[in-house]
């Protein structure tokens, strides 16, 4: 029998992911590197086996945040289907700001340094968020947020919880931000955190930093998978602040929660 082409496996996966019920397919990570016969991750292998995936209609994400490829044989790759083509499915035009921090106040960012999670927090994160246009009503700091572990109900405290407005409902929450120690990385658990709280709120964004690098992922309803759409050090936060204003300033933000909202409600109809 002959060796079937990355396509094949493609289209197979493509096809097994529209036979479920809820159009989402898990595999292991080593399972799915099997699948297209790769033994080594080279950067050009997960770019062209990304590809395909892209061209046949899927979507991908690894359940622990990590970027594909990197994760471990045991982590889940997912699966799912593109949104339909359809009104309101384009993506939102750019937004670009319309004035830049000055560049002092990126060499004060960039340098600075930070002793405490308190500090990545008061020092990074609140000034960052002023100049990506967010006021003073707009934050909470130690938000309250109700989760579920199992069937116990638990109580558990966001860092940031970013709304549009005073008002503190769930359909106004625009991001979701974890910080921590600047001298601890960025692990996969807390990443999972800022996740856990972002399924409870429903923000456009969740993001998790500790004052060196700073990581976002868009959050999908938990419809489709996440998508990590940033991840820079704080040294490019001047090469970057295009693309973040872009990504979760407040008129950004603003824009993307209303078009998830409309997309979630057109899967949820089958449109």
Known sequence: ??????????????????????????LK??????????R???????DRIADIIDKQGLKIAVKSGMALGTEYD??????????????????PPPIIPSEWPTAEWFEMMQTRQFESEREVEAYFIAPLLEKLGYDYDDIVIGHPVE?????????????????????????N????IEAKKSDKGISVDHIGQAKSYA???FPACYIVSNGQQIIIFQFNGMLIPDERVMEFDRSNLRDKWGDLYNCISKEAATQRKLWMEERISRMKAGI
Do not use: C
């Open 74 to 91: 045991a982590d889940w790759i997912i699966l799912s289907p593109k949104l339909p083509p359809g009104p309101g499915s384009q993506t």
């Open 199 to 201: 399924q409870e709120l």
């Open 1 to 26: 029998m002959a060796k079937k082409t990355e396509s094949d496996v493609a289209l197979e996966m493509y096809q097994s992911v529209m036979q479920t019920n809820d159009k989402q397919k898990r």
């Open 173 to 176: 929450v625009l991001l979701v």
């Open 29 to 38: 990570g080593s399972t799915f590197w099997r699948l297209f016969h790769v």
């Open 147 to 171: 989760m579920f572990k199992g069937v116990q109900k638990t109580k558990a405290e966001a860092d940031f919880v970013v709304f549009n407005g005073s008002n503190r409902e769930k359909e």
């Open 40 to 46: 080594s991750r080279k950067k050009t292998v997960i």
